[in-house]
C-alpha cells in the first residue's frame, strides 16, 4: 500500500518507516520538521534501500493537508505528528491542543475527502494516567493527569467517532510505553532537542559526557528500590507494531481497535541505569568503568510508582509481540549515542 506517514522523520517515525518499506509499503511522509531532522529521514532511506518522499507540512494547515491528498492517492495512515513533551504541555497547553487535536481533525477531514479509509495512531499508555492496578489492560479505567495525554485521548475519541460515522473506515490505536533503544545500525536513533524528558536519551547524554548526572525523581516509591517502574520497549519492536497494524487493515476492518504495545515487564530507574552499565560494557570495551552518576530528587508532580503493559491483546489482534530485551535496549542506545554524541546536529 501507499502510506502516508505524519511525523515520518521523527524518532519513533523514522524506524517505522523502515519497518514499513520492510513489508513492501510505499512509505511518504509529511512532517513539518520542528522536532525532527532532514538527516534522519536521509539515513533512514539508506537503511531501506528506498527513497521516503517528504512534503514539509503542518498539519494546522488544512488547506495544505487536502492539496497533499488530492495531487496524490493513500491507501492508509500512520499519525504519529504530535508535541509530546509532559512538562511542557502543562505550561502551554493551548499550542498542545492546537497541534495535536487540530492537527488531527485535519487529518482525518482529507482522509475522509478523499476517500483514504485505513488508519494507524500513535497514542500513549498516559491515558491510564494512575492505574489501580498494574499489568494495565486496554480496558482500565483512563485518568488522564497532563493536557499532552488529554490530547491523545481526545484524538482517539475523534477516531471512534469517524469509525462509527462510517462503517468502511478503519482504525487501531497504539497505546505505548516506554519506547527506548535506537537502530542497530546506530545511525538512526533519539535526539531530543534541550534537556531530554526521557529517561534513556538522559542517560546517554550523561555517559557519553553531555551531562553530569541523572536526576532520579523519588527514591521512595513503593517499588523493589524506591524508584520507579515503567515498561521499556526497543523501539524497533514499537516500529514493526506499526506495520503489522498496518498490514491488518489491508486485509481486515478494525473499528477503532485500542492496543497496549508494551514487554509486560517493570523495570525500575536504578535497574536500568545498571543495566545500561554493564550492556555497555559487555559491547563497547573502551567504554568500561564508565558509570551514570545518579542523584535522588524529589518526586516530580503526576508520577505514579509503577506503571507496565498487559500486551496481550496486540498479540491475539495482529499478531505482534516484542521480541528485544533490556540488554539489547541499552546496547542499541549507546550504540547511536556513542556514535553520535550531539545527535543529529553534529551531523
Known amino acids: 500500500m501507499k502510506i502516508l506517514v505524519t511525523g515520518g522523520a521523527g524518532y519513533i517515525g523514522s524506524h517505522s518507516c523502515i519497518e514499513l518499506a520492510a513489508s513492501n509499503h510505499q512509505v511518504v511522509i509529511l512532517d513539518n520538521l520542528c522536532n525532527a531532522s532532514l538527516v534522519s529521514i536521509a539515513r533512514a532511506e539508506k537503511l531501506a534501500g528506498t527513497r521516503f518522499p517528504l512534503h514539509?507540512?503542518?498539519?494546522?494547515?488544512?488547506?495544505?493537508?487536502?492539496?497533499?491528498?488530492?495531487?496524490?492517492?493513500?491507501?492508509?495512515?500512520?499519525?504519529?505528528?504530535?508535541?509530546?513533551?509532559?512538562?511542557?504541555?502543562?505550561?502551554?497547553?493551548?499550542?498542545?491542543?492546537?497541534?495535536?487535536?487540530?492537527?488531527?481533525?485535519?487529518?482525518l477531514q482529507a482522509m475522509r475527502a478523499h476517500g483514504c479509509k485505513r488508519l494507524v495512531f500513535s497514542s500513549s499508555a498516559t491515558v491510564y494516567g494512575n492505574p489501580d492496578s498494574v499489568p494495565v489492560n486496554e480496558d482500565a479505567p483512563l485518568r488522564v493527569t497532563n493536557p499532552y495525554?488529554?490530547?491523545?485521548?481526545?484524538?482517539?475519541?475523534?477516531?471512534?467517532?469517524?469509525?462509527?460515522?462510517d462503517p468502511q473506515f478503519s482504525a487501531i490505536l497504539l497505546r505505548y510505553f516506554n519506547p527506548v533503544g535506537a537502530h542497530p545500525s546506530g545511525e538512526i536513533g533519539e535526539d531530543p532537542r534541550g534537556i531530554p524528558n526521557n529517561l534513556m536519551p538522559y542517560i546517554c547524554q550523561v555517559a557519553v559526557g553531555r551531562r553530569d548526572h541523572l536526576g532520579v525523581f523519588g527514591g521512595d516509591w513503593p517499588t523493589v528500590d524506591g524508584t520507579g517502574v515503567r515498561d521499556y520497549i526497543h523501539v524497533v519492536d514499537l516500529?514493526?507494531?506499526?506495520?503489522?497494524?498496518?498490514?491488518?487493515?489491508?486485509?481486515?476492518?478494525?473499528?477503532?481497535?485500542?492496543?497496549?504495545?508494551?514487554?509486560?515487564?517493570?523495570?525500575?530507574?536504578?535497574q536500568l541505569v545498571r543495566a545500561f552499565e554493564q550492556a555497555r560494557v559487555r559491547a563497547f570495551e573502551q567504554a568500561s568503568g564508565r558509570k551514570v552518576p545518579c542523584e535522588i530528587v524529589a518526586r516530580r508532580a503526576g508520577d505514579v510508582a509503577a506503571v507496565y503493559a498487559d500486551p496481550r491483546r496486540a498479540k491475539e489482534v495482529i499478531g505482534w509481540q516484542a521480541a528485544r530485551g533490556v540488554d539489547e535496549m541499552c546496547v542499541d542506545a549507546w550504540r547511536w549515542q556513542s556514535r553520535n554524541p550531539e545527535g543529529y546536529g553534529a551531523a
Open 149 to 165: 495525554g488529554r490530547t491523545k485521548l481526545v484524538t482517539e475519541d475523534m477516531i471512534r467517532d469517524a469509525c462509527a460515522a
Open 56 to 107: 514539509r507540512i503542518d498539519l494546522r494547515d488544512g488547506e495544505a493537508v487536502h492539496r497533499l491528498f488530492e495531487r496524490e492517492h493513500f491507501d492508509a495512515v500512520v499519525h504519529f505528528a504530535a508535541l509530546k513533551a509532559v512538562g511542557e504541555s502543562v505550561e502551554k497547553p493551548l499550542d498542545y491542543y492546537d497541534n495535536n487535536v487540530v492537527g488531527s481533525i485535519h487529518l
Open 239 to 270: 516500529a514493526r507494531a506499526h506495520a503489522d497494524a498496518i498490514n491488518a487493515l489491508e486485509y481486515a476492518r478494525h473499528p477503532a481497535t485500542t492496543l497496549n504495545l508494551g514487554t509486560g515487564q517493570g523495570i525500575s530507574v536504578l
